[in-house]
């Protein structure tokens, strides 16, 4: 018998200056093609990991978050920010998204096991098309959806999980 053990990875962009990239991240595009995202760090009210310890007291704080900001209208374009300081085998990651604006489409969500731009899988939530969905894109052609609608609302914080162990994905 042996034990293994995990590591956790958070990322803090608290000490990342506003409107920059944070370090060991790079923007690229899916689908259609165009520019990669505009990707920024800003300050933005967000929820708190944990619930408050006094009535009443405040469940928001004003905190460091990535944001992207392109405008480019281009239908089927999917700007992607990928970490590029490990690579992961089986994981599980949480994250807070918010559907803020778009006119074509109003999308957040993870992409992972990236091997190259056209080749990963992602999740995503749709403001405009009201549902979470997952694909698999493979030599840049993205596979049918897999996934529920769901009454989905802008400048609103949803929690979006993903676990990957082997060739078993769940979506929470």
């Known amino acids: 018998v042996f034990a293994v053990n995990a590591a956790e990875r958070s990322f803090d962009f608290s000490e990342v200056k506003t409107g920059s990239l944070p370090p060991g991240w790079k923007a690229f595009v899916a689908g259609a093609p165009g520019k990669?995202?505009?990707?920024?760090?800003?300050?933005?009210?967000?929820?708190?990991?944990?619930?408050?310890?006094?009535?009443?007291?405040?469940?928001?704080?004003?905190?460091?978050v990535l944001a992207q900001f392109s405008r480019e209208e281009v239908d089927e374009r999917f700007p992607i920010l990928a970490f590029e300081g490990e690579r992961y085998g089986d994981f599980t990651a949480r994250l807070r998204i918010k559907l803020v604006d778009g006119k074509l489409e109003q999308m957040a969500g993870l992409a992972f096991r990236i091997s190259d731009p056209g080749?990963?899988?992602?999740?995503?939530?749709?403001?405009?098309?009201?549902?979470?969905?997952?694909?698999?894109?493979?030599?840049?052609?993205?596979?049918?959806?897999?996934?529920?609608?769901?009454?989905?609302?802008?400048?609103?914080?949803?929690?979006?999980?993903?676990?990957?162990?082997?060739?078993?994905?769940?979506?929470?």
């Open 36 to 64: 990669p995202g505009d990707w920024q760090i800003v300050q933005d009210e967000a929820p708190s990991a944990f619930a408050p310890l006094i009535p009443g007291a405040a469940r928001t704080s004003r905190r460091a």
């Open 119 to 172: 080749n990963f899988y992602v999740v995503r939530a749709s403001g405009l098309g009201r549902n979470l969905r997952f694909y698999k894109f493979v030599n840049g052609q993205r596979s049918q959806p897999i996934g529920p609608e769901l009454p989905l609302e802008r400048n609103r914080w949803y929690e979006l999980g993903v676990k990957m162990e082997a060739n078993r994905i769940q979506i929470t």
